[in-house]
């Protein structure tokens, strides 16, 4: 995969949001954004596991408390939207996590 393809998700409500896609292991500068915890079935198809949104994706979007999720789940993509709105944030994750329904989103 090149580094910084995108790919588009769309929410429950049919909004359509643009992600980079990059490796887990990718380090971010720090940014406020959305972002969610994948891997890659096959070329531009995706299965997610986490929806997320921080006012700093330099702190790594991989919490301690979801990595054996996201390692149970085998994922190795990250996929981030810069959005510097905290409301927008939330209001994407809702809508992303309505629509796919991640595993590692329930409690």
């Known amino acids: ?3 910084a393809e995108v790919t588009i998700l769309k929410g429950k409500s049919g909004a ?3 992600f980079m896609v990059v490796s887990r292991r990718t380090t971010f500068k720090p940014k406020p954004g959305v972002f969610v915890i994948g891997k890659s079935l096959e070329p531009q198809r995706f299965s997610f596991c986490y929806v997320g949104q921080s006012p700093d994706l330099s702190v790594r979007p991989l919490a301690p408390a979801k990595t054996e999720c996201f390692n149970r789940f085998g994922a190795d ?3 981030v939207l810069e959005e510097l709105d905290a409301a927008k944030r939330a209001q994407m994750v809702t809508d992303i996590v309505q629509a796919y329904a991640p595993s590692c989103n329930t409690p």
């Open 1 to 3: 995969m090149s580094f």
């Open 16 to 18: 359509e949001y643009t």
């Open 77 to 79: 993509l990250i996929f």
